[in-house]
């Protein structure tokens, strides 16, 4: 079933069959690229991370420097962006990889992959995506792109539960990367319950770790189901039309809006400021609108295919009321 599920992600992912390894979490899925690497044993051993990504990512690298990796963080001048020629000009040949957010938590800024992945191997380094604030609302091309990992999980726009994670790893490095944090899932015939050393499956299956948690599993097939049904190029389609028209909103009003504003660079969120994030959370639930907030961003508001105009324009004028 780890499998089954993995493929249905790996096509929204736009990767092919058997590229997908489902995991406890994102976290889980980010420790167990991490330890891929032998950071000591390599002069190639720089990270290149950046500000706007989730502080789970942060949190990993930042625990690999104790063995040898170098960790750079570049920087976001308006905390809403990050110039894609800084993170360009970071990677060189002491870069063994760049991990970063697709679309960042905190502002829903959008990075521009292929640049990043042709520049990277060019160095010799790979590339990581953190998708799991794009995957379902943005259409992803893993294979086109050739970007080398995916992680991610389902509890946002994949309207899955929580506990099921995914890392999708390119097809021909899955024979390649033998991973530290493993298990006895990850072995090639693990019913033997063979003593060590591991023996890895050719296979991204070698990237699991200990028993899958089958309740997660069927968490999520009704979500899968819906979002596969409905199609991420339609879904994508409605996002940008919906969002464009709560900036325009916003801005129309003098507020701050801290997303970017041109819709190529931003994901399926909108973040509005305001003084006091949680307050108003409540306040709007209180009118039955839906949000999230994040510390000095303001409100995260992300409308989704199931939500109608009529709702949209709503909760927005619910908001002028209340601001």
């Keep these: 079933m780890s499998a089954q599920v993995g493929d249905r992600i790996a096509n929204i992912l736009g990767g092919h069959a058997g590229s997908v390894q489902i ?16 950071f000591n044993a390599d002069e190639r051993n720089k990270i290149i991370t950046t500000a706007l990504d989730f502080p789970s990512m942060q949190y990993v690298w930042d625990a690999q420097v104790t063995i040898g990796a170098a960790v750079e963080v570049v920087h976001s001048d308006d905390g809403i962006s990050v110039p894609l020629d800084h993170i ?47 995957a379902g609302a943005v ?47 990850a072995h090639a015939a693990p019913f033997d319950f063979a003593p060590p050393p591991m023996r890895y499956p050719d296979s991204v299956r070698r990237f699991a770790q200990g028993t899958p948690s089958i309740p997660a599993l069927y968490s999520v097939l009704p979500g899968l189901q819906i979002i596969e049904e409905a199609g991420v190029k339609t879904i994508r389609q409605e996002s940008e039309r919906r969002t464009q028209w709560m900036v325009d909103f916003a801005l129309e009003r003098g507020w701050k809006v801290n997303s970017p504003r041109d819709v190529n660079q931003r994901g399926g969120s909108v973040m509005i ?32 295919f199931f939500n109608t105009d009529e709702e949209v324009r709503e909760a927005m004028e619910i908001l002028a009321q209340l601001m």
């Design 23 to 38: 995991q406890p979490n994102a976290s889980i899925a980010l420790s167990s690229v991490a330890s891929c690497f032998d």
């Design 88 to 134: 360009l000009e970071a990677i060189d040949d002491t870069t063994c990889l760049v991990a970063l957010s697709h679309v960042s938590f905190c502002s829903s800024y959008r990075v521009n992959v292929e640049p990043i992945v042709e520049r990277a191997h060019r160095h010799g380094a790979l590339v990581l995506l953190d998708v799991y604030q794009s």
């Design 139 to 185: 259409e992803l091309q893993a294979s086109e792109w050739e970007v080398d990992f995916l992680i991610g999980g389902t509890i946002k726009w994949l309207c899955g539960g929580p506990a099921c994670g995914y890392l999708y790893v390119r097809p021909d490095l899955q024979t390649e990367l033998q991973p530290r944090l493993t298990g006895w899932v």
């Design 273 to 304: 400021y305001v003084e006091d994030g949680p307050a108003m959370v409540k306040r709007l639930a209180g009118r039955k609108v839906f949000v999230d907030c994040r510390p000095g961003v303001g409100l995260r508001m992300s409308p989704h």
